[in-house]
């Protein structure tokens, strides 16, 4: 069998659906609902539940931008930039069931000038980087949604 070309980044923080769609993997508590994102199956974060219990559930792929900001700067080694860097943006997303906000990448092309606060994202994915056996590594990220497709409408 060949080995996959891609492969995410980080095991377990996202997925893709059954027609390709991409969604965060977040904790949610057994006892009082509360969400997680990066996922962690124990250790309720609200201090008012002593849960030790995290289901692994799927997050909503959308939701409105709190902040953002934008990255001009390389990261330092050992953390993979690419050569030459391209500025990107950083969104802060709040999802539209949990209320959860995720930080991410924004996909390139959009910019800090792009983005206004309150406005739609969707999930997707986008190369990171490629590793030394030539895989590419894939993360999750935000784009700015379509506004003319709908949640849930079928073609
Ligand atoms: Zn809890």
Known sequence: MPAASTQPAIEGWFAADDSG???????KCAQCATYVFP??????PNPACDSDVLNLVPLSR?????????????PPAPYPAPDPFEPFAIA?????????IVLG?????????????GMDMELTTMPLYTDADGVERTTYAWMVADARSKEGTAR
């Open 39 to 44: 996922p962690r199956e124990n250790n309720c």
């Open 21 to 27: 769609a991409t969604h965060l993997i977040g904790g």
């Open 62 to 74: 959308r939701g409105k931008v709190w902040s953002y900001t934008e990255n001009r700067y390389p």
């Open 92 to 100: 802060a997303v709040q999802l539209a069931d949990e209320g959860l």
């Open 105 to 117: 990448k924004v996909v390139e092309g959009t910019l800090a000038a792009d983005l206004k606060v």
